[in-house]
């Protein structure tokens, strides 16, 4: 393993640092070998991911920069469930590109402009992308950033990439655009993976907006009681340790209406059994089947598609890609209820650059509480 880069970068233009730390994408493993069924559908590897699937170089940058070229200091980095279909060979959907072997590896940043040939951005501001490289630094084309006003998160800059970013705006829309809450309606909201960055979020949200009780699912009784003491969950069940189907009952003894599904697999089977007529079920994520060869999303037990069909429950698949309009708007929103405490933000941080597949790799197996950070530089 190399070490991290020293010096600080130039200010100039017109240069570039000679030296960056860079992650990037290694064979060896299940993880990054995929194949592919007859109908063409990407299939998963049945491969759990390991640290040892990243590799930490040191590069180098040639000097000058090109027109509408920006040179960014890397501040924090995310790491997010979905990347484990990026490491397939098709990631099987339309909007995710599938991480190369030996390139290096992007995602969810947040950083500082150090120089600057595009006409938007200048030396200082603070920016953010969906594709930003994992490395201390980059040189990349000003169209895939994104300014963004330190003062709207208190300082707290690593909320772009959970609370008041893409994680936030996930349970914010999803919520509002699939979830179909009415104030003073008596509903009841389930949301599975809790305790991650986007349940604990949206859990909030439909408290705020009127769900009349919110029970989260989740993977350790420390994790139970932050969801109820903290965030302001009316129950939360430990699956790991206790009988979900039981755990149902007891906390939501008029059914559930609203159903955040972040999880899938054997939990959300349980949690549709429950549900009421008419429900509705917000299908966020599926990470207890990342791992697995099957589609995306996975197929449906027959007992949960009768379900779905005799109690008339919608199942709808939310992508927050579809609704960029309203983007900034929520952002906006989010940032108030932040500032204000009416959410609560979460967050886990692994320190370094170094450590970006250890802390993948821990997200996978719920080893976060909230959203998984990497602090690159402070």
Known sequence: MLQKMGPAMSNSSTRRHSRLTVIRAVDGCPSFKCQLRGTGEPQGSNGVPDPANFRLEEATLAPGLEEEEVLVRTLYLSVDPYM??????????????????????????????????????????????????????????????????????????????????????????????????????NRTLVVSGAAGACGSVAGQIGRLDGCARVVGICGSQDKC????????????????????????????????????????????????????????????????????????????????????????????RFMVLDYVSQAQDALDELGRMVASGQVKVLETIQNGIENMGVAFCSMLKGGNLGKQIVKIFQ
């Open 84 to 185: 484990r279909c990026r490491m397939n060979e098709d990631s099987g959907v339309e909007y995710l590109t599938a991480w190369k072997l030996s390139e290096s590896v992007d995602g969810g940043g947040v950083g500082a402009v150090q120089a600057s040939r595009h006409h938007a951005y200048r030396e200082g501001d603070v920016v953010t992308s969906f594709t930003w490289p994992w490395q201390t630094h980059a040189v990349v084309k000003g169209s895939i950033l994104q300014k963004v006003n330190p003062s709207l998160v208190n300082g707290h800059l690593s909320y772009f990439l959970g609370a008041v970013g893409m994680t936030g705006l996930t349970a914010l829309l999803g919520m509002r655009e699939k979830g179909h809450v009415i104030r003073g309606a």
């Open 225 to 316: 009681k932050v969801l109820v003491e903290v965030l302001g969950f009316s129950g939360a069940i430990d699956y790991r340790r206790q009988d979900v189907v039981a755990g149902l009952r007891e906390n939501c003894p008029d059914g559930i209406d609203v159903y955040f599904d972040n999880v899938g697999g054997d939990i959300s089977d349980t949690v549709i059994g429950q549900m009421n007529e008419g429900g509705h079920v917000i299908l966020c994520g599926q990470i207890s089947q990342y791992n697995k060869d099957v589609p995306y999303p996975p197929p449906l037990s027959q007992e949960t598609r009768d379900n779905l069909s005799r109690k008339n429950i919608t199942r709808e």
